[in-house]
């Protein structure tokens, strides 16, 4: 069964660097979005891309944060300069069409120091 | 503005026991529903899906989920509850009207005791 994956598991990186959390959603799903759950908390929307630009965002999303479908398969989000408050587990899914089921990835957990 | 309750924190149940989460929503459009369980460290595996229809859904795992839109609720069930369905649970809602986005509950804790 296809699924999504996403890559590494677990980042860690220090106060201010750039991270680049990656994605391969299902071959050939159009819709793709980014989650994230901070620790002990809701799982919250960031940001849904389709026809490689952004539908739509959160306000969560600021100017930090980007996405990109650099080629046909993979989704990055890049988040510039990370703050602390950015660790999370990171979810990235997938839609074959704009009110289908999602599906998720694995989650990629990032850790700031 | 569309949110999501999960009125349940936390829900013991014996194993063997009949489960009920509760979920409720608001949202200015017919909503579409799910419920996804997150096992510690693990992503989000979907249960059961609402599109239109029936408003009785089956899912994995024995469970199901009843839409009643006068109560503006999507309540999950399972009628005999495993050890194994120890996990955390989360409603989630979208609508056409509001892109794709999914807007999630805070979710429920399940602890299951033998």
């Known amino acids: 069964e296809p699924e999504v994956t996403q890559t590494p598991s677990h980042q860690v990186t220090q106060m201010g660097q750039e991270v680049i959390l990656r994605c391969v959603p299902i071959?050939?799903?159009?819709?793709f979005y980014w989650y994230r759950q901070i620790l002990g908390q809701k799982v919250e929307f960031l940001v849904s891309?389709?026809?490689?630009?952004?539908?739509?965002k959160s306000e969560i999303f600021d100017d930090q944060f980007s996405v990109e479908r650099p080629d046909g398969s993979n989704f990055t989000l890049k988040i510039r300069s990370t703050k602390l408050e950015d660790s999370a587990m990171y979810f990235c899914?997938?839609?074959?069409?704009?009110?289908?089921?999602?599906?998720f990835g694995p989650g990629t957990r990032l850790t700031v120091l | 503005a569309q949110s999501v309750t999960q009125p349940d924190i936390h829900i013991t149940v014996s194993e063997g026991a009949s489960l009920e989460l509760r979920c409720n929503y608001s949202?200015?459009?017919?909503?579409?529903l799910f419920w996804y369980v997150q096992s510690p460290g693990q992503g989000l595996q979907l249960l059961l899906k609402?599109?239109?229809?029936?408003?009785l859904v089956q899912g994995i795992k024995g469970f199901e989920a009843e839409f009643k839109r006068s109560q503006s609720s999507f309540n999950l069930r399972k009628p005999s509850v495993h050890w194994s369905d120890a996990a955390e649970y989360f409603c989630?809602?979208?609508?056409?009207?509001?892109?794709?986005?999914?807007?999630f509950g805070a979710g429920t804790i399940l602890r299951v005791k033998s």
């Open positions: 899914a997938s839609s074959l069409d704009a009110s289908g089921e999602q599906f």
């Open positions: 071959s050939n799903h159009l819709y």
């Open positions: 891309f389709y026809n490689n630009e952004i539908s739509e």
């Open positions: 949202y200015g459009a017919t909503p579409y």
């Open positions: 609402y599109f239109s229809g029936d408003t």
């Open positions: 989630a809602v979208g609508a056409k009207e509001y892109g794709n986005k999914l807007v």
